[in-house]
Nanobody
């Protein structure tokens, strides 16, 4: 089982930037994928971005494409989410996830391990 700890959330004005990190402990396999999901109050958890541990293929929700960038540091077992040009609608608790989703990287139930979440608040 992989344990995940997120960091880097906070309060930022619209148009600003934040960087989230997710530190993973435990064995990370080549066929792992790491994902970021978010959940706003009263809304369902939604996919934000994902990256394959081997090969580094990246995936983004349409709502964040061109503004967010996911990356990984294999040596440190860490995944980063750089968020630029933030909008008030990006306000949510952001969760890091790890699992073996295969092609279904956007499906939350395909991920086995979850972090505790970090709050991102974007003021208008």
């Amino acid at each position: 089982q992989v344990q995940l700890v997120e960091s880097g959330g906070g309060l930022v004005q619209a148009g600003g930037s934040l960087s989230l990190s997710c530190a993973a402990s435990g064995r990370i396999f080549d066929n792992h994928a790491m994902g970021w999901f978010r959940q706003a109050p009263g809304k369902a958890r939604e996919f934000v971005s994902a990256i394959r541990w081997s090969g580094g293929d990246t995936f983004y929700a349409n709502s964040v494409k061109g503004r967010f960038a996911i990356s990984r540091d294999n040596a440190k077992n860490t995944v980063h989410l750089q968020m630029n040009n933030l909008k008030p609608e990006d306000t949510a608790v952001y969760y890091c996830a790890a699992g073996f989703p295969g092609p279904a990287v956007k499906i939350a139930t395909m991920y086995r391990s979850w972090g505790q979440g970090t709050q991102v608040t974007v003021s208008s």
